[in-house]
Structure formats: structure tokens, C-alpha cells
């Protein structure tokens, strides 16, 4: 099974470049959730879905974008990379608000 | 106020002893409650879910205090492969559908 899958895994950008953090899941959830965690930190939420077409701010949405076209995919988009976002980006899925969620193995992102 | 609160550790435990640490929420409203293990550079996993009466599973023991707004995980018998990063995360319910984490809490067990 294939559960959460995120790519890339691992990526260089530079100052003020773009770039689209791929993430699909195939259990059907209908929430999906894109954090990021900074060294020695705990997971902060970024932005969140809780259905097709429905999207929402969490904490720190600031710098990034998502879309929710399908059930499957949630897409994570950083417009003019910042030093400041360099972190490793977690995306997770949950059938309900209120149930297991399971992560995506990463995505490891450096902005120099 | 964090909405969700964590004692950073580390908790450095000998082999086979107890240790227990909290997690402090913020919103009276919440409504599910779980704990999460994090080993380093790897995703969160869950551990357990946390209920009204509490729960046990083998040598971990979670405890929901409403009340004062806490939970509480307790680690029996303290084993090497117990060394990790515990996350307290909270579902806001009503107030927002979304998976709250604290910051976790570090523990170290050592022979």
C-alpha cells in the first residue's frame, strides 16, 4: 500500500525560486494537511483541506499556496523561495478530523 | 498562550525505569487527543489515541485530565528502542477540523 506519498524528497533551491512539493494520497481520506518542521521543533500547520475544492490557512501559511482539485492530490506551492523555508515539509492525510493521520516520509527543502 | 504545550526534555531514563510527562492544551473545546512518536528525520507515527477514561497499550499508558486541560503518557519498563520524540496533538473539533501538535518531547533511555 502505498498510503502517502511526497515528492521529492530532497531539494536545493535558490533565493527566490518557485517549486511545487508534490503530495498523494490513495486511501480515499477526505482531509489533508501540509506542515513543515524546523529543526528541534514540533510540526506547524501550514495550510490544511478538508475536502476537494476546500482549502484553509493553518499557522504559518505565509510564502506558500495549495490547491485541492481532487480527493488524491495536495499540492504545495512556494512562490520566491526564502532562506526562512528551509524546513523538512510533512503532508498527512486523515479519513476524519478526529482520526489517525498518516504522514508522508518528507520532504527535506534547503534555500540558499 | 501555544494551543498545544510540551516539555521540550530531554527526559534521559535508565533502562526499565517509569517515566511520564504531560501535554498542556489550550481549548476547552477540543475533542480528540493523541500521541505520536517521531524518531529523528522520520515522519510522525501514531502511538495511541487518548480517551475520556484513559488507555493502556502494553507498557504505555495515556491519561485525559479535561478539567485541567492535559494529557499525560506514561512509559513502563523503559527499553533502548523507546528512545524518540513524543508528539501531544490535539483535534480542535468544532473550533477548527484541523491536527494541533505541541512542539514533542524528547526522550533518551540509556543502558
Known amino acids: 500500500n502505498a498510503g502517502v506519498t511526497q515528492t521529492p524528497k530532497f531539494r536545493i533551491l535558490k533565493i527566490g525560486q518557485s517549486m511545487t512539493l508534490q503530495c498523494a494520497q490513495d486511501m480515499n481520506h477526505n482531509y489533508m494537511y501540509w506542515y513543515r518542521q524546523d529543526p528541534g521543533m514540533g510540526l506547524k500547520l501550514i495550510y490544511y483541506s478538508v475536502g476537494a475544492g476546500i482549502t484553509d490557512k493553518g499557522e504559518v501559511p505565509n510564502g506558500y499556496n495549495v490547491s485541492r482539485s481532487t480527493t488524491e492530490d495536495f499540492p504545495l506551492r512556494l512562490e520566491l523561495a526564502a532562506p526562512s523555508q528551509t524546513s523538512v515539509y510533512f503532508c498527512?492525510?486523515?479519513?476524519?478530523?478526529?482520526?489517525?493521520?498518516?504522514f508522508g516520509q518528507g520532504t527535506r527543502l534547503t534555500v540558499v | 498562550r501555544k494551543e498545544v504545550e510540551q516539555d521540550p526534555g530531554p527526559f534521559n531514563v535508565p533502562e526499565g525505569a517509569t517515566v511520564a510527562f504531560n501535554c498542556t492544551y489550550s481549548n476547552s473545546a477540543s475533542q480528540s487527543f493523541f500521541w505520536y512518536r517521531q524518531d529523528c528525520r522520520k515522519e510522525p507515527k501514531l502511538l495511541m489515541s487518548v480517551y475520556s477514561s484513559g488507555n493502556e497499550d502494553g507498557r504505555f499508558t495515556a491519561q485525559l485530565n479535561r478539567a485541567s486541560q492535559y494529557i499525560s503518557l506514561l512509559i513502563r519498563d523503559s527499553k533502548l528502542s523507546d528512545s524518540a520524540t513524543y508528539l501531544c496533538?490535539?483535534?480542535?473539533?468544532?473550533?477548527?477540523?484541523?491536527?494541533?501538535f505541541g512542539g514533542g518531547t524528547r526522550v533518551l533511555v540509556k543502558p
Open positions: 496533538v490535539v483535534n480542535m473539533g468544532a473550533a477548527g477540523n484541523k491536527l494541533t
Open positions: 498527512a492525510s486523515t479519513v476524519q478530523s478526529n482520526t489517525e493521520a498518516f
